[in-house]
């Protein structure tokens, strides 16, 4: 016999989500705690905070809405952590203007209060990959999102992503893509990648 699924006492006020990784997934889950009654929610990539205890009423009704729509809620604490440094990796690469000069190591140990070591051991251990390379993975398809819009030189592209130089970025990109950024702006659109699968 199938064990049911048991909720737990929410008595708490945050909601960790999984698959959130752009302002669209923000709007959708808005949408959802605004159906659930929650009032004056902050939605976040990753996180849900309520100002009040969610019941396990509302909990149910989130959890649903979310999975409908192809999220997920994260109840391991070691998972909510490696979701919260993706999406702590993604603002780094997407919001760099507001942290220049910052190191991406003292941001994400500052932005979750724990030693960087510590957080690379357990996203490799878990992720099968470092930290370092999830970034460049995520730093390349942004790379790639501006080279479609083609509005930016190679250049501004290369100093706005922190790289030393246009041949840094050219060489990075086309150790992970196989190709160079002039020839991959010629073919676009098609090899992007959704940042959900990086």
């Not at 006492?9 to 909601?15: E, L, N, R, T, V």
């Not at 396990?56 to 999220?71: A, R």
Request: proline share 2%; aromatic share 10%.
């Amino acid at each position: 016999m199938e064990k049911k699924k048991e909720y737990p006492a929410y008595q708490q006020k945050h909601i960790y989500i999984k698959n959130m990784v752009c302002q669209r997934c923000i709007m959708v889950v808005n949408e959802i705690v605004q159906k659930t009654g929650i009032d004056n929610a902050k939605v976040q990539l990753g996180k849900l905070e309520a100002r009040q205890p969610i019941s396990d009423d509302q909990f149910k009704q989130i959890e649903s809405e979310l999975n409908n729509v192809g999220f997920e809620v994260i109840n391991n604490r070691t998972v909510q952590l490696i979701e919260q440094i993706k999406t702590t990796t993604i603002n780094y690469i997407y919001k760099n203007q507001e942290h220049a000069n910052v190191n991406y190591s003292s941001y994400l140990a500052g932005q979750l209060n724990r030693d960087y070591n510590y957080l690379s051991s357990l996203f490799s251990s878990i992720e099968g990959i470092t930290i370092e390379k999830y970034m460049i993975n995520l730093k390349i398809e942004r790379v790639k999102e501006l080279l479609v819009y083609d509005e930016k030189t190679l250049s501004e592209i290369a100093f706005e992503m922190e790289y030393s130089s246009v041949a840094h970025l050219s060489g990075q990109f086309k150790k992970v893509t196989g190709f160079t950024p002039s020839y991959f702006k010629q073919i676009g659109e098609k090899k992007r990648k959704s940042i959900d699968i990086v």
